[in-house]
Every structure is written in C-alpha cells, then in structure tokens.
C-alpha cells in the first residue's frame, strides 16, 4: 500500500474545499477551482499500476497535465486524481470490469494538483504476464466535447443518486 496522500493545498485562485472518502477508507481534503486545463494536442496520457491501483509509472504527459512531479505519484493511489464531481458508481464499473480481466473505456474529470481538471477518454487494460494479471495500465486520450457534456450530465445524476 502506498504512502497516505496528503490533503491538497489551497490554490490561490478562489476554490471550493471538499473531503473525499476513497473505497478503502482513507480522505482527503481536495480543492476545486473550476478551471479546465486543455488535453495536451497530439499526446496521450499513460500510467500503470499494480494490482492495488498504486501508481508505478507515468509519462511525460501524465506530470505536465497533472502538476505533480514524478516523486509525488509514483507509489500513491491512483484516485490522487479524483475529481469530486465523479460518480463512485463509475470507478465502480471500471475496476470491475478491469479486475475481469477486460478492456474499460470512458470518459474521467480528474483533478490536478492545483485544483484545475482536466477531461480524457481513458482505456484500461489488465496487464498480464505469464497469465497472470499484474497490473494495469492506463491510456488516455482527447475526448470530444460533446461527449464531456454528455458524461458531465450523467455523472451529476449519478452523484445525485449516490447522494439521495
């Protein structure tokens, strides 16, 4: 298990503070802003983890969107980048699915270490070695804008009925 992630610090744009509890119990006060970042053009975001969804790798791309330096990722969870507006149902659905030993596509807001997000058409996929799955890796992609808005909606009804 990785070390626990620290509370975010308060950016100084204006930002709303939320405290977020992850599957495993642990939170974490976050702070959100707001602003969008742009998907870098002609770039994909990678990085792996192991079977617990500890981060062991990242690129180039994954740093500069996510304005963590290499040394602040590598062997933290992976919902460091949790974004308070996503559903749990959806991180749900995805390590289920990847945990099956299949593909997961979909679309994720994840939060930089500003507060700022940014939005990816993300593909997850186990990695296996000698049939065994050791871990997984992410891909992430430019996602249009009109499939953000349509996620945007169903995620707001999702949290509302997590909430309800």
């Not at 980048?81 to 749900?92: E, F, I, N, S, T």
């Not at 997850?124 to 996620?151: D, M, Q």
Request: hydrophobic share 30%.
């Amino acid at each position: 298990m990785g070390s626990p992630i620290p509370d975010a610090h308060k950016p100084d744009l204006p930002a709303e503070q939320v405290t977020l509890t992850y599957h495993d119990g642990t939170s974490r006060t976050v702070y959100d802003t707001g602003v969008e970042r742009p998907y870098p053009d002609g770039k994909l975001i990678v990085s792996r983890t192991d079977l617990d969804g500890i981060i062991t790798h990242v690129n180039d791309a994954f740093v500069e969107i996510s304005g963590y330096h290499v040394d602040e990722l590598i062997g933290q969870q992976h919902y460091i980048l949790r974004h308070p507006d996503m559903p749990k149902a959806a991180y749900k659905d995805l390590w289920d699915t990847a945990e099956s030993g299949q593909k997961w596509h979909g679309y994720v807001k994840n939060l930089c270490k500003d507060g700022s997000h940014y939005w990816v058409y993300a593909t997850v996929v186990p990695n296996v070695r000698r049939g065994e799955t050791v871990g997984y890796t992410s891909v992430r992609r430019k996602p249009s804008r009109s499939k953000i808005e349509a996620a945007m909606a169903q995620y707001a009804q999702m949290k509302q009925d997590e909430e309800g």
